[in-house]
């Protein structure tokens, strides 16, 4: 597998409260991503943040990248019930877009 | 606004027939990719594209074949249907910057089940 064995994988919380998700990967990327994908919709990408980048924000939005660990997180202020989906971060190699089994992410209103 | 559009939405096979899923995108992005989604398994890359008439296996190509006739359009082919194929299958779009993928624009998806 590409990816490490602590991707979470379901988590329960209040709204208003602040959530961070953990990715692993194992092969070299230039390039990890986050998207989002609700019930009955295909994912819709969140954040692209690149090797020569440790961080990016993008409103309540968060990632950070550490390629001397392979690991990415995705951080989430404030959430909203509107927040529930599942999470996945995808590394990228040439043209090979890989994604990892995503963290269900349920807010409770 | 990105738009890729796959059909059918929903299809009903029968065991050993021949099964095509397309997709199409007006975008005008070099690559496509197609992806099938299990419980537990994630989005797994079955077959990708980086331009018309080239197609490459992903990571669980087995039973599926691909074609690339155009740069709008991407199918997904099951010559000889099983029911471990039951699955839902998401096309995706993207472009490349620099030789490495970018942003991904997912279509809805085609709920496939395999009697």
């Known amino acids: 597998s590409q990816w490490g064995e602590e991707n979470l994988q379901a988590l329960s919380i209040q709204e208003g409260e602040d959530v961070t998700m953990n990715c692993s990967y194992k092969?070299?990327?230039?390039?990890v991503q986050w998207y989002r994908q609700k019930s009955g919709k295909g994912p819709a990408q969140l954040i692209l943040i690149r090797s020569n980048e440790r961080e990016k924000r993008s409103g309540r939005l968060r990632a950070t990248l550490d390629t001397s660990s392979q690991s990415s997180s995705l951080s989430i202020t404030g959430t909203l019930a509107t927040d529930t989906a599942v999470y996945f971060c995808?590394?990228?190699?040439?043209?090979?877009?890989?994604f990892g089994k995503g963290t269900h992410l349920h807010v409770l209103p | 606004e990105a738009a890729v559009t796959q059909s059918p939405r929903n299809k009903v096979a029968v065991t050993g027939g021949k099964v095509t899923l397309s997709c199409n995108q007006t975008?005008?992005?070099?690559?496509m990719y197609w992806y099938r989604q299990d419980t537990g398994h994630g989005l797994r890359l079955i077959h990708y594209?980086?331009?018309?008439?080239?197609?490459e296996k992903g990571d669980i190509p087995d039973g599926y074949k691909a074609s690339r006739p155009s740069q709008e359009n991407f199918s997904l082919i099951l010559e000889l249907a099983t029911p471990s194929q039951t699955s839902v299958y998401f096309c995706?779009?993207?472009?490349?910057?620099?030789?490495?993928?970018?942003?991904?624009?997912f279509g809805s998806g085609t709920r496939l089940t395999v009697l």
């Open positions: 995706a779009s993207g472009d490349a910057w620099g030789g490495s993928a970018e942003t991904l624009y």
């Open positions: 092969t070299y990327t230039t390039v």
């Open positions: 975008n005008n992005h070099n690559n």
């Open positions: 594209s980086y331009g018309a008439g080239s197609t």
């Open positions: 995808a590394t990228t190699n040439a043209y090979k877009v890989i």
